[in-house]
């Protein structure tokens, strides 16, 4: 028995693969590799041969074999001089297949084997073979690339395919490297000098393929050079720089930043900006600045950003900031989502579009409403966001405002945001075409001693005056005034008004006027209106001040405001550049005592035209051809406790904090000097009186302003406060520019028949001079825009007086 099976068991040895070949022959797929012996295929005819690999024809049926119906391609691969391995690589049993397949593995196979010694064996070819299937256009040098072969790549069979493409995408071997994330073989073949500037048949390039893998392998692809197609698009419109935010790679993102790609380019090439954007600096000097979360979505790093220094960095670097992400959206989009309203402020004040819609037709300011984000609507609301815009839904914000707070409605209804029309559904008492809900009124403030009544007979009596004074429609056209009082960062309320006054007069606020006054701030705001600075550019200005020179303590740096008037005015630029309107800034003459009044000015001053001899010991100012103007601006804003003194000037505000009766005095006194040198025809005197205020500060409750000798220890505490609160008067009363400062100067106009127009909001709150806070400093815009919006009617009648004719 042990010996039969012995016999048996010897015999079935040498068949081996033939009998386990014939039994799994119904199971065994077609493509799956098998091990054979090379003198099965003795008796069989070859039908196509390529080096070692054979495509044998059927077997023929004979009386003492089992014929086999299909055709074979196999593989001879000799391994010794008398020992030849032997795989089945494919079996079918039509003629057109076996051709095919034979004719992908010819040319390939046999090649890559010799090189890859490796790989000739049953998993190996399987794996050979399975790729092919699929890549039916590879060369052995893509092969190589899949299987991270390193060796391999010093054969110059293989090197002579390196920037070959596929037929299937145009796919190179380097770009097959970079999609299986092996790090060694893409820097092999970078060191091979693979072209890093093919393109596949759908546009896409090495940092395409890259953007999706590993901030290694994309610095190895773009070290020691800048490629042409870094920032390429492919014929879906995406750059590297959008494939790495689809694939939610930030750290790709910031490797292709790094590298130099070109942040400005949209995703679909529609309203691309015009200069190209590079913050590798940036980032390498900030690494760890931008939100990643926010990179999936795409857009520019303005869209990752999470604070204004990097918002101001990012634009210094010329960052597109209307630029939009894969949703639509502008950076202020999301940063009005992400309620970071230091970032919304600072994209503001840089000018970025407001009135844009995503993808949804919603403006940033339906996001603020929708998310009730108070203040930031706001802010969109006073650098002027369309407060009936509607979204691809219909609805406006004040519609949206339903599900929000009713303080929210109000600040909309406040600033003149109109209710839905008939026929919008969905409507609630506070946007309904015939609701009366407006929202909740804030608690009222305590002002100042009412005078309305007062102030319409002066102004009734003006009018009668200059009835008497003027024919019918013999108005004058000249001689209109603008005065702007001093108030530090309160400057914003100056151009917040002249913003809404420019919006009824439909002109530049330039050109409404011939005579402009300021005092500090409200000098540095005349000087840039004088200059053909937009009221927007004007506004911008403020906050790069507040950002830029109020660092530190006080007393800031002078400096750093220098620079600023500089690169706003020019370092060469002279008062006398200024050709209209007269120009009159004022400022303190502190190198005597008493001290004096100044008044910077871009025309020649009433003594010179009179030819009055200079008596004094102290050296005149320079004459406007002389006198810089960013110097003036730095003389009239030499707030003591804020800045230092500029060479003998302090701020104007310390002698005329509103200087409206000062312009008043001075045009007087230059209409005078001209008639009497028979130069009537160049006198302007004045016709009209604007007076623009920083803001009416609440009426608060002022305790223990007396100072007197202590006897007690009690009462050296009231001394003290006394004397702190005392100090704080003294101040105030130097520097007023509301009260009867102002009743003096529109008696005086009153009197002479001069209309006069006084505005000057309310505030909620007394606003430091140097306040940095965006959510206080917009609150306060936001009671400017209101405060204008409920004088619509006096705007309107200043129109009428200024533009006619």
């Known amino acids: 028995m042990d010996n039969f099976l012995c016999t ?25 590799v098998l091990e054979t012996r090379s003198d099965t295929f003795a008796v069989r005819e070859i039908f196509m041969r390529e080096d070692g690999l054979v495509l044998y024809k059927p077997q023929k049926k004979t009386n003492n074999s089992t014929s086999r119906e299909n055709y074979e391609i196999v593989l001879h691969r000799p391994t010794t001089e008398t020992l030849i391995q032997t795989f089945s690589l494919v079996r079918t049993n039509t003629l057109d297949e076996a051709k095919a397949k034979f004719t992908i593995l010819h040319d390939k196979l046999p090649v890559f084997v010799e090189i890859a010694k490796e790989m000739c064996n049953v998993n190996g070819l399987q794996k050979i073979c399975d790729v092919l299937s699929e890549h039916q256009s590879w060369t052995v040098a893509h092969l190589a690339a899949y299987f991270a072969l390193y060796d391999s790549f010093d054969n110059a069979k293989i090197n002579c395919f390196l920037n070959s493409s596929d037929n299937e995408k145009g796919m190179s071997p380097l770009q097959v490297a970079i999609t299986t994330h092996n790090l060694k073989t893409v820097q092999i073949l970078v060191a091979a000098n693979c072209s890093l500037e093919h393109l596949d048949w759908d546009g896409n390039s090495v940092f395409h393929y890259a953007a999706s893998t590993t901030k290694e392998i994309i610095a190895v692809l773009t070290q020691g050079c800048h490629p042409k197609c870094l920032s390429s698009r492919n014929q879906n419109g995406y750059t590297p720089l959008h494939m790495a935010c689809l694939a939610d790679k930030p750290e790709c993102v910031k490797a292709l930043l790094i590298a130099g790609a070109d942040v400005n380019k949209t995703a679909t090439g529609d309203g691309d900006y015009s200069e190209p954007g590079y913050v590798q600096n940036f980032l390498l000097d900030h690494p760890n600045t931008l939100y990643q979360n926010d990179m999936k979505h795409g857009g520019t790093p ?5 604070s204004r220094q990097v918002i101001d960095a990012l634009l210094d670097v010329n960052c597109n900031i209307n630029a939009v992400n894969f949703e639509h959206k502008t950076a202020l989009h999301v940063m009005v989502e992400r309620n970071r309203l230091n970032c919304v402020v600072a994209l503001l004040s840089r000018q970025a579009k407001i009135n844009l819609p995503d993808k949804n037709g919603n403006h940033p300011i ?12 706001q802010a969109l609301i006073v650098f002027g966001a369309d407060l ?3 979204n691809y839904a219909g609805e406006s914000p004040r519609h949206l405002a339903k599900n929000q707070s009713s303080k929210l409605l109000y600040y909309l209804h406040a600033v003149g945001a109109k209710r839905c029309p008939p026929g919008v559904a969905e409507c609630h008492e506070g946007c309904s075409h015939d609701g009366t809900f407006d929202g909740i009124i804030p608690a009222k403030v305590i002002g100042p001693t009412n005078r309305d009544t007062l102030n319409q007979m002066l102004a009734v009596a003006g009018m009668e005056v200059a009835a008497k004074k003027y024919k019918k429609n013999d108005f004058p056209k000249k001689g209109r005034l603008l005065c702007l009082d001093g108030g530090g960062i309160r400057g914003l309320v100056l151009v917040q008004m002249l913003l809404e006054l420019e919006t009824v007069f439909q002109t530049p606020i330039n050109l409404c006027f011939d005579w402009l006054a300021g005092t500090s701030t409200g000098g540095i705001l005349a000087l840039g209106i004088a200059s053909g600075k937009s009221m927007k550019e004007c506004q911008s200005l403020y906050f790069r001040l507040k950002e830029q020179t109020f660092i530190g303590s006080r007393p800031y740096c002078s400096e750093n405001l220098e620079n600023v008037m500089k690169e706003t005015f020019g370092s060469e630029t002279v008062m006398s550049d200024i050709k209209h309107p007269k120009v009159m800034i004022t400022g303190l003459l502190a190198d005597r005592k008493p001290a004096e009044l100044h008044l910077f000015r871009n025309y020649t001053s009433a003594n010179d035209i009179l030819g009055v001899k200079h008596d004094s010991p102290y050296e005149l100012p320079p004459p406007p051809q002389q006198q810089y103007m960013w110097q003036v601006a730095r003389a009239t804003g030499a707030a003591p406790t804020y800045y230092r003194m500029f060479q003998r000037y302090l701020d104007g505000g310390l002698i005329a904090n ?5 312009a008043l005095t001075e045009i007087q006194e230059h209409c005078l000097a001209l008639k009497a040198m028979n130069r009537d025809d160049e006198a302007c005197p004045v016709s009209v009186v604007v007076s623009l205020g920083t803001g009416v500060i609440p009426v608060t409750e002022l305790k223990a302003v007396d100072v007197y000798r202590p006897e007690s220890i009690w009462d050296t505490t009231k001394v003290f406060f006394g004397l702190q609160n ?3 008067l003294l101040v105030d009363q130097a520097t007023a520019s509301d009260g009867r400062v102002v009743d003096r100067g529109r008696a005086w106009c009153s009197s002479v028949g001069i209309p006069y127009f006084r505005f000057s909001p309310q505030m909620s709150l007394e606003v430091a001079m140097d306040e940095k806070s965006d959510d206080i400093l917009c609150n306060m815009l936001w009671e400017t825009k209101a405060y204008m ?3 619509m009617g006096l705007m309107r009648e200043l129109a009428d007086l200024l533009l006619r004719g």
């Open 8 to 32: 048996l068991i010897m015999g079935l040895v040498p068949a081996k693969h033939i009998v386990l070949r014939s039994f799994l022959n119904t199971d065994v797929p077609s493509n799956k």
């Open 302 to 306: 303005l869209h990752w950003a999470n």
């Open 366 to 377: 339906h996001l603020a409403v929708t998310c009730g984000f108070v203040n930031i609507l």
């Open 388 to 390: 009936d815009a509607l």
């Open 658 to 662: 509103n200087p409206t009766l000062d």
């Open 726 to 728: 005392l100090g704080t």
């Open 789 to 791: 919006h409920s004088n």
